[in-house]
Protein backbone atom coordinates (compact mmCIF):
# COMPACT_ATOMS: atom_id res chain seq x y z
CA UNK A 1 0.00 0.00 0.00
CA UNK A 2 1.76 2.86 -1.49
CA UNK A 3 1.67 6.20 0.84
CA UNK A 4 0.00 9.16 -0.71
CA UNK A 5 2.12 12.21 -1.44
CA UNK A 6 1.40 14.33 1.31
CA UNK A 7 2.30 11.30 3.09
CA UNK A 8 -1.23 10.65 4.86
CA UNK A 9 -2.15 7.14 4.78
CA UNK A 10 -4.63 6.12 1.95
CA UNK A 11 -8.12 5.34 2.19
CA UNK A 12 -7.29 1.78 2.11
CA UNK A 13 -4.77 1.98 4.76
CA UNK A 14 -7.11 3.92 6.98
CA UNK A 15 -10.08 1.63 6.59
CA UNK A 16 -7.50 -1.42 7.88
CA UNK A 17 -6.10 0.10 10.67
CA UNK A 18 -10.00 1.13 11.57
CA UNK A 19 -10.59 -2.30 11.18
CA UNK A 20 -7.44 -3.31 13.98
CA UNK A 21 -8.37 -0.94 16.67
CA UNK A 22 -12.03 -2.03 16.25
CA UNK A 23 -10.90 -5.21 17.43
CA UNK A 24 -7.66 -4.00 19.96
CA UNK A 25 -8.59 -4.08 23.74
CA UNK A 26 -6.84 -1.02 25.28
CA UNK A 27 -6.53 0.04 28.56
CA UNK A 28 -10.10 -0.15 31.27
CA UNK A 29 -10.45 2.91 32.87
CA UNK A 30 -11.70 3.54 36.76
CA UNK A 31 -15.15 4.07 36.76
CA UNK A 32 -16.85 6.69 38.35
CA UNK A 33 -18.60 4.85 41.41
CA UNK A 34 -15.00 2.92 41.69
CA UNK A 35 -15.09 1.35 45.28
CA UNK A 36 -11.85 1.64 47.52
CA UNK A 37 -11.15 -1.87 46.81
CA UNK A 38 -11.17 -1.45 42.86
CA UNK A 39 -9.46 2.49 43.16
CA UNK A 40 -6.38 0.38 45.24
CA UNK A 41 -6.30 -2.45 42.22
CA UNK A 42 -6.31 0.52 39.93
CA UNK A 43 -3.11 1.94 41.66
CA UNK A 44 -1.31 -1.30 41.94
CA UNK A 45 -1.64 -2.32 38.13
CA UNK A 46 -0.66 1.14 37.75
CA UNK A 47 2.41 0.69 39.90
CA UNK A 48 3.03 -2.46 37.20
CA UNK A 49 2.84 0.13 34.27
CA UNK A 50 5.62 2.12 35.68
CA UNK A 51 7.90 -0.49 36.59
CA UNK A 52 7.64 -1.49 33.13
CA UNK A 53 8.50 2.19 31.71
CA UNK A 54 11.23 2.89 34.36
CA UNK A 55 12.87 -0.09 33.95
CA UNK A 56 11.91 -0.75 30.19
CA UNK A 57 10.62 -3.80 30.28
CA UNK A 58 8.38 -6.07 28.74
CA UNK A 59 5.30 -7.88 29.76
CA UNK A 60 6.50 -10.51 28.75
CA UNK A 61 9.98 -10.36 30.62
CA UNK A 62 8.14 -9.03 33.36
CA UNK A 63 5.93 -12.72 33.30
CA UNK A 64 9.40 -14.44 33.11
CA UNK A 65 10.26 -12.61 35.86
CA UNK A 66 7.17 -13.54 38.19
CA UNK A 67 6.57 -17.08 36.61
CA UNK A 68 3.42 -16.70 35.50
CA UNK A 69 1.51 -16.67 31.93
CA UNK A 70 1.97 -13.01 29.67
CA UNK A 71 -1.80 -13.15 29.66
CA UNK A 72 -1.72 -12.48 33.28
CA UNK A 73 0.46 -9.78 33.10
CA UNK A 74 -1.29 -8.30 30.39
CA UNK A 75 -4.76 -8.03 32.46
CA UNK A 76 -2.44 -6.01 34.59
CA UNK A 77 -1.05 -3.51 32.70
CA UNK A 78 -4.34 -2.99 30.81
CA UNK A 79 -6.12 -2.64 34.16
CA UNK A 80 -8.78 -5.03 34.14
CA UNK A 81 -9.18 -5.02 37.99
CA UNK A 82 -12.21 -7.44 37.67
CA UNK A 83 -10.05 -10.52 37.21
CA UNK A 84 -7.68 -9.35 40.07
CA UNK A 85 -6.90 -9.58 43.25
CA UNK A 86 -5.40 -7.10 45.97
CA UNK A 87 -3.15 -10.03 47.50
CA UNK A 88 -2.09 -11.18 44.03
CA UNK A 89 -0.89 -7.57 43.49
CA UNK A 90 0.99 -6.48 46.06
CA UNK A 91 2.57 -10.33 46.04
CA UNK A 92 4.03 -10.01 42.69
CA UNK A 93 4.90 -6.22 43.12
CA UNK A 94 6.78 -7.65 46.21
CA UNK A 95 8.25 -9.97 43.95
CA UNK A 96 9.53 -7.63 41.40
CA UNK A 97 10.75 -5.56 44.23
CA UNK A 98 11.47 -6.25 47.47
CA UNK A 99 11.38 -2.59 48.59
CA UNK A 100 8.18 -2.13 47.46
CA UNK A 101 5.81 -1.25 50.34
CA UNK A 102 1.95 -0.71 50.45
CA UNK A 103 0.80 2.21 52.90
CA UNK A 104 -2.83 2.50 53.87
CA UNK A 105 -3.97 6.21 54.18
CA UNK A 106 -7.19 6.94 55.41
Known sequence: MAKQKNNWPSESELKIAT????KAKGSAGLPPNADVLDKTKYALCEEFVKYCLA???SQRAVA???DVNESR???I???RI??????RLVKYLGQ???KFKLSVAS
Open 82 to 87: EKLTVD
Open 64 to 66: AQL
Open 19 to 22: KKLA
Open 55 to 57: HNI
Open 73 to 75: ISE
Open 96 to 98: LNP
Open 77 to 79: VRY
